[in-house]
């Protein structure tokens, strides 16, 4: 008998040294979530931002060295309603100056500003102190605000600005993601209680799951000194971490029960779950590494910050079900079953004997009319991925931020009086100290070339807003724009700039460099960026994820279904997303306003998520199917034994994953729930249309063809199909 397979060796040692086991476990996860958090994250910088024409704007501005400018609020004083009173106004005003004027943090009040229209008064408050942390100190600034309000009720007066409105955002968004935590683990646990019919068996998972998230939070921390770490990176190794987690210890804790079912001690039960269950979770685990691992190739702080948190998320989980998971199995034996839920428990069991018939009627038709079912459910799901044809990317602006705060309010007040505090064009300008007054007096008369043009908005009195490096090597011109960040009206404004506008007024000066940034900019250059990559990630990803389906199975038309079937469900994904969130009648549904556009960075990420989460149930699916075909039964036997034998768990599996990514859909921004809908719509798809009927009709078709492979790649000996010699056992994926 050959070396037994390094998971079935790990697990025997595990389930034989169970407290050895336990112990490591919790001290390697204490020292990764500790140390993690003592050596502190480093965030991303401009440079490590740097996309396109606005990137290259940004590193010109960085390298700039300018003075940090401190953080300004706003009083606004508008009418409730009707016209407003100068007089009262000039009042409010003069008392909301006096106030602030005597609070902890503000370094000074400026003089009123009354917008051109008349409609309303600025007053512009400068706070003392760091202004990366003024948010944190703005909360006196509001009450004092909120007194002069209460003073003067006919007039609307309110405190709006950079750090009131990322003080709301902050606790608006604290909450969206306190509420996912919050609803994820109950709605995991209820699932997993209703699949196993017991409580213990039904919080290993989740145990298990939200430690691993502890460790590679930890341990990303520590990564982000190579790979800098951007905002979402949490949220993502939550996300992630709670699908894999549970998902590779639900497979590996139901094939430790069936064995036992079988009468096999507990150390046999656990050694057999690791040989087939164990193998099949390595296997996926390093599906979903390489599909993570392809983002790194974008070129993009962002997504190599999402791939790190992915990579460590999957590698810890699947760790964890190698090592401590059978510890525990073996340590509670009988146990992991109690304490039951009497009714559940009961169905639990009846489910576990019944030969599935429910399923089988469901895979009757691909069965027995594979090739019109494959047709008809292929053109089905093209049909659904159809939309994607016309996906628009666009980042969400800060018109896109949910208006259910007062913060938000006040901004479109404050944006529609006064334009130039909307959305801005940046024009960062490098060129030799001796050219500083040409580039100076070029850029004031760029900006004064807007005047009249209805795509920019009418300078303030004050003049154009330049500022110049101490060193005058790098000059900086702000221009406004009257109209949102995604609007076309924008879009327009930007090309005007960059190809008409800078070009007149700064090619002439000697040595001058100059890159156009702001909210508009980024869009257009972040939504080229991802067209340009997502064919090589794609490319890198398909490639690998061949040959480790290839390898794995021993057979090249498996590995190329594969990859056929999990792209079919990736873009039927994409066109449900632009169907829903391009277009308005699912506003009201999911509580969102329409972009009119699918979020950046979201198609990339979808892809490499979806391809690597898919891979979980295929690969156990196929597995079962394999097993079938090796003990010699039929192809149309063996894929329906295979699809039902791994019906329960894969079911269960895919329920969890669809139930905590639709929590994602109900947060506030737009980018989550996009997300959560794309993820959870792909999964469902991938777990129903795609596992019950295109796969069993695909491969029924195939017959023996499934299992072609080059001589060099076939299985030898006992892992060969039909081999006499031994019986493989259920889940039992390839060769090890």
Not at 202 to 222: D, W
Not at 433 to 449: C, D, I, N, Q, T
Request: glycine letters at 8%.
């Amino acid at each position: 008998m050959g070396k037994r397979p390094v998971t079935v060796r790990m697990a025997r040692w595990s389930a034989e040294h169970p407290w050895r086991a336990i112990a490591l476990w919790v001290i390697f996860v204490a020292v990764c979530f500790v140390g993690g958090n003592a050596a502190g994250t480093v965030e991303a910088t401009a440079q490590d931002d740097a996309i396109g024409e606005a990137g290259e704007a940004y590193v010109m501005i960085e390298n700039g060295k300018f003075a940090d400018e401190p953080a300004v609020d706003n009083v606004l004083i508008t009418s409730l309603s009707g016209k407003l009173d100068p007089s009262a106004a000039a009042k409010a005003a003069s008392d909301a100056a006096a106030k602030l004027g005597t609070v902890t943090g503000v370094a000074s009040v400026g003089e009123p500003i009354p917008a051109r229209d008349g409609s309303a008064l600025l007053v512009p408050i400068t706070m003392a102190g760091d202004p990366d942390t003024a948010s944190d100190r703005v909360e006196p600034l509001r009450a004092a605000t909120a007194s002069v309000q209460a003073a003067h009720p006919d007039l609307r007066i309110e405190e709006v600005g950079g750090p009131s409105i990322n003080k709301a955002l902050d606790d608006t968004l604290g909450k969206d993601f306190q509420k996912a935590e919050i609803l994820s683990l109950p709605v995991t646990l209820a699932i997993l209680i209703i699949a196993f019919g017991a409580l213990i068996a039904a919080g290993i998972p989740v145990l298990l799951a939200l430690m691993s998230v502890a460790a590679a939070m930890g341990l990303s921390t520590l990564a982000s000194h190579l790979v800098p770490m951007g905002d979402a990176t949490s949220s993502v190794i939550l996300l992630i971490g709670l699908a894999v987690g549970v998902d590779y210890s639900l497979f590996y804790v139901r094939r430790e029960r069936e064995e036992r079912a079988k009468g096999r001690g507990h150390v046999d039960a656990v050694e057999i779950a690791a040989e087939t269950s164990g193998h099949a979770v390595v296997v996926s685990g390093t599906a979903v590494i390489i599909a993570m691992a392809g983002l790194f190739l974008a070129g993009d702080s962002t997504f190599s910050s999402l791939a790190t948190g992915s990579i460590l998320v999957v590698a810890v989980a699947v760790i964890g079900s190698l090592t401590v998971l059978p510890a525990i199995l073996a340590k509670l034996g009988r146990w992991v079953d109690r304490p039951r839920v009497p009714l559940l428990w009961r169905l639990t069991a009846r489910r576990s004997g019944e030969p599935g018939r429910a399923w089988r009627k469901i895979l009757s038709p691909a069965l027995k009319k594979p090739a019109v079912t494959l047709l008809v459910s292929v053109l089905a799901l093209l049909a659904l991925a159809a939309p994607a044809i016309g996906m628009k990317l666009r980042f969400p602006g800060i018109e896109d931020l949910p208006r259910t705060t007062p913060a938000m309010q006040a901004y479109d007040r404050l944006a529609a009086a006064y334009p130039s505090n909307g959305t801005n064009h940046i024009v960062a300008v490098t060129a030799p100290a001796s050219e500083a007054g040409a580039v100076k007096a070029a850029l004031a008369s760029l900006a004064r070339s807007t005047e009249g043009n209805r795509l920019f908005a009418p300078l303030e009195t004050t003049g154009p807003d330049i500022d110049q490096s101490a060193s005058k090597t790098v000059t900086v011109l702000n221009l406004a724009t009257p109209f949102a960040t995604r609007s076309d009206e924008a879009t327009d404004s930007l090309h005007e700039l960059r190809l008409r506008l800078a070009p007149a007024a700064l090619d002439g000066i000697p040595g001058v460099k100059y890159a156009i940034a702001g909210g508009v900019a980024e869009n257009e250059d972040y939504a080229a960026h991802i067209w340009k990559t997502l064919p090589i990630v794609a490319g890198f990803v398909l490639i690998l994820t061949f040959l480790v389906m290839a390898w794995t199975f021993r057979s090249v038309v498996v590995a190329l279904t594969s990859i056929g079937l999990n792209l079919l469900s990736a873009a039927a994904a994409y066109g449900l997303l632009v169907l829903v969130f391009q277009n308005t009648w699912a506003e009201g549904l999911l509580g969102f306003t329409s972009t009119g556009a699918i979020v950046s960075w979201l198609p990339l990420f979808l892809f490499v998520v979806l391809f690597g989460l898919s891979m979980d149930y295929h690969v156990f699916v196929v597995s079962r199917i394999r097993e079938a075909v090796g003990r010699g039964v039929p192809t149309r036997e063996a894929v329906a034994d295979g699809i039902v034998g791994s019906a329960g768990v894969v079911s269960s599996a895919a329920i969890v994953m669809v139930a905590v990514f639709s929590i994602f859909a109900t947060l506030s921004t737009i980018d989550m729930k996009q997300l959560g809908v794309g993820l959870a719509a792909a999964i469902l798809l991938d777990a129903t249309i795609i596992r019950a009927v295109v796969l069993p009709s695909l491969m029924t078709l195939l017959g023996p063809a499934n299992w072609w492979a080059p001589r060099f790649m076939r299985p030898r000996g006992r892992h060969a199909l039909n081999s006499p010699e031994r019986e493989p056992e259920p889940e039992l994926v390839g060769t090890h």
